[in-house]
């Protein structure tokens, strides 16, 4: 089984997402600036504070699946059909790939706000975002004898998928997308001008 860990996030995804709510933060402040220009003509101040607008917050939801870890594994799976004068055997390798990470349309209502001068952000649980993960186009029969039904083959398709679930969705690869999710939104804050935040994880 390989992980890939950190360094398969689909950062195509995210640097798109930073620009892009970079860039409404960039027009936020801008007309903030503008704004303080016109009503004040004797004091001119800035306050390069960036609140979470409405804007940047639909932003962020936009994003929708956003995944932190990624898990190839391969499972073989063999059943054995016994005869009176030979056991037929089937055995079959299927390869799959799991996707761990958040849906930002499952945040809550107030799953980001302001407490002072700090942003408090609530993401939701670390989920498996591709349910249909098994590659079936690259399954092999590694060992054929006999003949086999299609509810054979379908039965060692739904047992190599339990396996997989079993070893790749555990707490250990949960803990490292929280850990990776968690970088990446801080990195997203910052971007924004957010320095002081925290981060924690819907039940």
């Known amino acids: 089984m390989d992980k890939t860990g950190k360094n398969k996030i689909t950062l195509t995804k995210l640097n798109i997402m930073l620009w892009a709510v970079a860039v409404i933060a960039v027009v936020v402040l801008?007309?903030?600036?503008?704004?303080?220009?016109?009503?004040?003509?004797?004091?001119?101040?800035?306050?390069d504070r960036i609140d979470?607008?409405?804007?940047?917050i639909t932003s962020m939801k936009q994003i929708g699946e956003w995944e932190f870890l990624s898990?190839?594994?391969e499972e073989l799976v063999d059943t054995i059909k016994r005869g009176f004068l030979r056991d037929d055997k089937l055995v079959r390798i299927y390869y799959g790939k799991l996707s761990l990470g958040i849906n930002m349309h499952d945040v809550s209502p107030r799953w980001i706000r302001q407490q002072g001068?700090?942003?408090?952000?609530?993401?939701?649980k670390i989920e498996l975002l591709d349910k249909d993960f098994i590659d079936e186009a690259r399954t092999k029969a590694f060992?054929?004898?006999?003949?086999?039904?299609?509810?054979?083959r379908d039965s060692l398709y739904h047992r190599a998928y339990a396996k997989m679930l079993a070893r790749c969705?555990?707490?250990?690869n949960i803990k490292t997308?929280?850990?990776n999710a968690s970088l990446q939104f801080g990195k997203?804050?910052?971007?924004?001008?957010?320095?002081?935040?925290?981060?924690?994880?819907?039940?």
């Open 30 to 47: 801008v007309f903030g600036f503008c704004h303080t220009a016109k009503t004040s003509s004797a004091r001119l101040e800035v306050d």
């Open 52 to 56: 979470v607008t409405p804007t940047i």
């Open 71 to 73: 898990v190839n594994d």
């Open 117 to 124: 001068d700090s942003v408090l952000v609530a993401l939701p």
């Open 143 to 152: 060992i054929e004898t006999g003949s086999w039904t299609d509810a054979d």
């Open 169 to 172: 969705l555990t707490e250990e």
């Open 177 to 179: 997308a929280r850990e």
């Open 188 to 203: 997203m804050l910052k971007a924004l001008g957010i320095e002081k935040f925290a981060i924690s994880w819907q039940e």
